[in-house]
């Protein structure tokens, strides 16, 4: 069956590249009326009615159906006959839906062959795709149970249980699954999914629909057998707003009923309407509204699709399923939000090491299966492009990112290379999408390409056309900002394509304007008609990367991305690409410097938007590259100034915390003031004084209570009871060990030198396994057996996560680290530290983890004579870090909702009083020197807490504690005298450490 579609596919792109021959003066009749023949010829036998299964893409070709009858599909429209049964109508919307989402949306992702017999298909999205997941992590078990029993009311229902008995506490999160994208759609009935800009939400759309459509249940893991009859109605909400904006009188749930009947008689299925309604009524649809970003920003326009969206899935037609995509930041206002009691939201999550490899692996065996590539070729390019994601940090950084990974290897396959920068492979892209096909198509002809003939024939060249599309594309962006030409909200019209390509052409010919237009639509993929007379890019940041090229065109650059920032956030990013195309294409660098002396003036301004500048400021010179700003004096002058307005904004906990977790990332790789890097990135300056002790505190000696009180309602069993602990004097790092500290450590060959680990510890370097005979719970057992059998031998020789750039930023705590590893560190860095800092050093100290003790003062006990202690009693702790009572932009938590870690002391207003320690509450729990007991359920070193007692004993492979919480526990289990344990080989991405300067143990 599915040879058979090929062939007639086959035969209609053969048609269409003789029509194409012809009109450039060849005779192909003879050959052009044969295929007509042959194609008309064609009929399926199906047996009666067998339905076509199998990854069926039309594109632009026939959908074969059943009862031999061969659906004619072009463009997402139907071009048949009417069905003579409802059956027969439900296939011909399934098929359509199929062309509509089954290849990847870049017409030159197509390997076309050197005559019109070898023309290859396009890439097909089901076979390229690869799972999204969300960033809710959760208990695997709770998954299962929900997928099988129904539907969730609230995402907190998959946590695991905090009782200190549950074993998802003794695991934590790192070792549990996060929930994919799909789980997250099956569990919701309506969804709103957020992701950053080309995170893979129109993707997800389309796969979805793709899937449902060609009832392809392999493709769909989980999906309920009760709801394999669900039928996907897609909606582009921008689609909706253009056309809403023109219906004055259409209101309420009926006006988005009233836009998918449109629809559909535009795709000439209208007979398709009481199918859909009775599919809404019986709760067997599935409603894909894609891009509410894409809406206008005014409140009258969004705030109109949004109210109709409310009720036409609440209200009218409340049993079907909803699942609506957004911009993270556009959903960040609360005015574009719909209840989240109603529509609850997921966000995507970056792709994983894991994704990126399995992404390219996919990628390679589409082309393999699609462009009739050699497979060893395509074996040493997926091979290459692996290694230099892994190997080179700017691609590690764009990986993640599925939109632009697509980008790597579009442009890997095509040229066997990638470029250095983001602007320069967006470029590159543009040039394969916009010329690829007609210049291999001439070259093989012995001519140059149709579209460059067309235009020499007017005097210009590929560049004036490029530059023509870009003012187009800045044009078309920013319609998001003013609503009152609605037209452009859905794309590029013709006409206005036309009048601005007809510039080109001496006699300014319409004429040949529509014929460059009609090649582009042949011959190239950067240009699609959505609909016809509408054109748009491939994807939004196409879009946004040409208006950044058009930006970057003109003579007041500086001033113009001023005004645009004043217009919304939504210019960012064409700022960044305009920056980016300076830079990397005209390699033009004193008016990026210009742009961020704009940014960020000499003259301080405390206000979001002037902090918001900043932070775009230290992004703008990450495109320049610090090393290119510091070539100039007034380049280095830019950078040192904007490193300094950063660390305030960080110091000063300005912004919201996700704000403020980009900028302190943006400064982490800018070079944060903060750490000093010629001394192992130990901390330098704080609020701009010098750190007296390369950010060591000293906590001075004295008695303080230890556990919690037995009436506190709080606290846990083997918190208790609170008892008086006396101890010597030490030194306590300011902020979590950061990966920037940590590289030292692996560069310095830490992993290869045994005099820094504990006998245990070496032999877990060199493959040794935790002994878990003392865990007598079979489950938790296989459990851990599972999750430790993650890092065998070639996974030991750096942290678990290290090359993962999501948890990589400089400046955040080092994690997926087992105890081994922090106290390898320690010992590395004592021996470092001597030679740095001897005063830190009297007689019989080291530099180690800290003991549960020496953690729990620090955190919560009020130091002698501070301004603290004054106020309350000395043997009154806090509950938190920074005081007793909860409060709001204090700390990392899972409330705060950042869903990952965050750079070192963004949270100033959870710092302890007095001592100014940072992270102790959140963040990322932190190992501990203290043993807990040789299994993980129960305790054999309970309080009293005892130096003496070998709880401090640093061999053997005993259980060890951790302490603080993290950035998805809750408050009860963040509070200062919590106590979590986990065995010594145990690896999160959660767990980091912090290190003490203290008496060694063995002159307690």
Partial sequence: MSTLAERINALRRKLAAYRDLQELGEDHQAEIQAAEAELQSLTIQTEGGAVVGGEVH????????????????????????????????????????????????????????????????????????IQLNTDISVDPRK?????????????????????????????????????????????????????????????????????????????????????????????????FAYWLAGEKEAGGAGALWQFIVHDLKRRNLEFCAPLL??????????????????????????????????????????????????????YDDSQWQLNNQDFPTAKLAPFNEKQIDDFIHAWHNEVAAKWNRPRDELDKLENKLKSEVKRRENLRRLAPNPLLLTVMALVHT???????????????????????????????????????????????????????????????????????DHERLTGIPENRLIDELRLLHPDKSRD????????????SGLLLERQPGVFTFPHRTFQEYLAGVHLARQPNFALQALNLLAEGDFWRIVILLAVGYLVHSNKEYLIPLTLVDNLCPPEKEDTPSAWRRAWLAGEALLELGIRRARDSEYGARLLKRTQSRLQELVENGRLTPPERLEAADALGWLGDPRFDKKRLHLPALLRGAPEPNLGFVHIPAGTFTLGSEKDDPDAYRDEKPAHPVTLPAYYIARYPATNAQ????????????????????????????????????????????????????????????????????????????????????????????????????????????????????????????????RRQPATKNRMYAWGSEWQEDCANIDETNLKQTSPAGIFPKGRTPGSDL?????????????????????????????????????????????????????????RCAYRLRNVPDYFVINVGFRCVVSLAFSEF
Avoid at 66 to 93: N, V
Avoid at 513 to 522: D, N, S, Y
Avoid at 940 to 948: F, G, H, L, R, V
């Fill in 512 to 523: 040949w304007a529509a014929g460059v237009i009609e090649t582009m639509k042949q011959r």
């Fill in 414 to 484: 095509s040229d066997g290379e990638l470029p250095e920068a983001r602007a320069l492979l967006y470029e590159r892209a543009v040039e394969i999408l916009l010329w690829r096909w007609d210049q291999q198509k001439g070259k093989t002809q012995g001519q140059e390409a149709r579209i460059i003939t067309e235009l020499r024939q007017a005097g210009r060249d590929r560049n004036d056309l490029f530059v023509r599309l870009a003012s187009l594309a800045f044009e078309a962006h920013r319609q998001l900002r003013d609503d009152e």
């Fill in 143 to 239: 998954i299962k149970q929900f997928l099988e029993k129904g539907n969730l009311t609230s995402f907190s229902d998959l946590r695991p249980d905090t009782g200190k008995g549950g074993e998802g506490m003794l695991l934590e999160r790192g070792e549990q699954e996060v929930l994919s994208a799909l789980q997250a759609a099956i569990l919701m009935r309506r969804l709103v999914l957020l992701g950053e800009p080309g995170a893979g939400k129109t993707t997800f759309v389309h796969h979805l629909a793709w899937c449902l459509a060609a009832r392809r249940w392999d493709h769909l893991p989980d999906w309920r057998k009760q709801e394999r009859e669900m039928v996907p109605i897609l909606v582009t909400l921008r689609d």
């Fill in 58 to 129: 039309t594109q632009g070709g026939d959908f074969i159906g059943r009862d031999q009858i061969t659906y004619i599909i072009s463009q997402g429209t139907y071009g048949g006959a009417a069905p003579k049964s409802e059956e027969e109508a439900l296939e011909i919307y399934r098929g359509v839906m199929m062309d509509q989402c089954g290849t990847l949306p870049t017409q030159a992702l197509s390997d076309q062959g050197s005559d019109v017999e070898t023309v290859q298909p396009r890439l097909s999205l089901p076979g390229v795709y």
């Fill in 918 to 974: 940072f992270d102790l509450t959140g963040n990322v729990w932190e190992w501990t020197h203290s043993r807990w007991g040789r299994g993980l359920l129960r305790l054999e070193y309970p309080y009293p807490w005892k130096p003496d007692d070998g709880r401090e004993d640093p061999s053997g492979a005993f259980v060890r504690v951790v302490r603080g919480g993290s950035w998805i526990n809750n408050r009860r289990n963040a």
């Fill in 742 to 869: 940590y590289a030292h450590f692996i560069a310095a060959e830490g992993y290869q030198q045994e005099k820094y680990w504990t006998p245990a510890g070496w032999a877990w370097r060199n493959g040794a396994d935790y002994d878990l005979t003392a865990i007598e719970d079979e489950d938790l057992l296989q459990r851990y057996r599972e999750w430790l059998a993650r890092r065998p031998l070639e996974r030991r020789a750096a942290p678990y996560w290290w090359n993962d750039p999501q948890w990589g930023a400089p400046t955040r705590p080092v994690v997926g680290v087992c105890w081994y590893e922090a106290m390898a560190y320690c010992a590395w860095l004592d021996e470092r530290l001597r030679a740095l800092k001897p005063e830190l050093f009297p007689q019989n100290y080291v530099v180690r983890l800290p003991s549960e003790a020496e953690w729990e003062k620090a955190a919560r006990a009020p130091l002698a004579n501070s301004p603290a202690s």
């Fill in 277 to 330: 309604e009775r599919a809404l009524q019986a709760g067997q649809a599935l409603v894909l509204l894609d891009g509410l970003d894409e809406t206008p920003p005014q409140p009258e326009a969004r705030g109109r699709v949004l109210k109709i969206v409310d009720e036409f899935a609440r209200i009218r037609y409340k049993n079907s399923r909803y699942l609506l995509t957004c911009r993270v930041r556009s």
